[in-house]
């Protein structure tokens, strides 16, 4: 299933990049204005995503050299269709709230300590 969501992200953003790009230029007439607002659309979509999945926005600058920004993006859909279980390491600024899951189904993966009780099971 993981595996199916991030893909589903994946074609959603990076897919509809060109086609933006090109609905802009089409509109515009100029394909440097339909190049500018996609990647400028991707690089505020990065940036609103990139914290929850223990990156920092400006992260998002990676965009600006393009292969950059869309093997970030995969790293990112890839741990969003995770969430809100994280099995990647925390930030040192994520770790005063790190809570690691203490039940076997969960070995290895930890939540943020700061959500509620009825969206995670509880730490043993």
Do not use: N
């Amino acid at each position: 299933m993981r595996i199916f969501l991030a893909f589903l992200i994946d074609v959603v953003a990076v897919a509809g990049y060109p086609l933006l790009g090109e609905a802009i230029t089409a509109l515009t007439g100029s394909d440097l204005a339909g190049e500018l607002t996609s990647t400028l659309l991707l690089i505020l979509l990065t940036a609103w995503l990139a914290p929850k999945v223990s990156y920092r926005r400006r992260d998002a600058l990676w965009w600006i050299t393009g292969l950059g920004g869309l093997w970030l993006f995969l790293i990112l859909a890839w741990r969003l269709a995770y969430l809100p279980y994280k099995d990647w390491p925390p930030r040192d600024d994520e770790l005063p709230h790190a809570v690691y899951l203490r039940e076997p189904s969960y070995a290895g993966v930890w939540r943020d300590g700061r959500t509620t009780a009825r969206q995670l099971p509880t730490a043993s």
